[in-house]
C-alpha cells in the first residue's frame, strides 16, 4: 500500500492546519507520523520502499484517499524523481506562501528555538540564493517556487499538482478546504466550512535565561543542541515576531520580484500582494 496523494509543501505555509484537517475527514487517511520525509532524507530513502508502506499498512477500506504530508519534499531536487520512480500516479498538493514572510516566518521559528545565532539582517547577507541545497537551511531559496514546480512537471502531468496559496487558507479557509477535497475526490462539504482553527502557533517560554537569549542570538553558538531544551521552561505565551527592516524587505523584494511573476503567471493569479 503507498499513498495516492502528498502534500509536498511548503514549510512554513499551513501544511501542519492541513495535515490535522485532513486528518479528520473520514475518507481520508494519514498516519500519525506527519513528516516522514521518506523521498527528502536520504537516511530514510535509504530504509526502501517497504519501509515507507509500513506507514500505510492499516488504511481501512474506506477510505478514498490516503497520504502524508513532509513539506521539504518541494524543494529537494531528487524528491520528483524519486517519487515518480514508485507513485507516478499520485496527487500533489503544494500550497505556497509569500516567500519574504515564509523565510522570515521559518528564521523567527529557528530563532524561538535557539537554533538561529545570527540576526536577520546577517542571515540574508550570508544565505540570500535562489537554490536550495539538501541539509541547508533554505531561509530563501525555499521560496523560488516556480523552479521546483517546473522540475515536479517535467515528471507528472499538470493536473496531478493542485498549487494553493497560503493566503486563501487565512482568507478563506472553507474554499482553499473545498478544493483539496474536490481534488482528492472526497466529499467536499466535510467539516461545513469550520475550519478556522490554526495548529502549530507558535510560542515562547517565560523565563530571563530564555529571554536573554533570544534576544542576544549569538550566545545560542555555545549551548549544545541536547542542552537547549533546559531553556524551555515557565509559562508560554503566544508569540508575534517584530517587523521585518524596511530596508531588507526591500532587498527581497526585488530578489523575489520575477520569480513570483513566473508563479503568478503560472497560477493565473495576480501576486503584487506578496509585499
Known sequence: MLPNFLIIGSQ???????????????QIYM??????????????????????????ENVPETVKAWGEASPGYICHPAAPERIEGIMPEVRLILVVRNPIERAYSQYWDNRRHLSEPRHFAEVVDLYLSDYYLPGALGYFS?????????????FFQPEQLLALVFEDLVHDPAGFYRQIFEFLGVDPAFGEGNFARAYNLAATWSNPFYDF????????????????RFFFWGKQSPFKYPPMPELIRERLRAFYKPWNEQLGEFLGRDLSEWQ
Open 142 to 154: 525555499r521560496g523560488t517556487y516556480m523552479r521546483y514546480i517546473r522540475k515536479y512537471l517535467g
Open 12 to 26: 512554513k505555509a499551513g501544511t501542519t492546519s492541513l495535515y490535522n484537517v485532513l486528518r479528520q475527514h473520514p
Open 213 to 228: 537569549v533570544v534576544n542576544n542570538p549569538h550566545y545560542s553558538r555555545n549551548i549544545p543542541m541536547r542542552l537547549r
Open 31 to 56: 498516519p500519525e507520523t506527519k513528516e516522514i520525509n521518506f523521498f527528502f532524507r536520504s537516511e530514510v530513502w535509504q530504509r526502501g520502499v517497504e519501509h515507507y508502506q509500513g506507514y500505510f
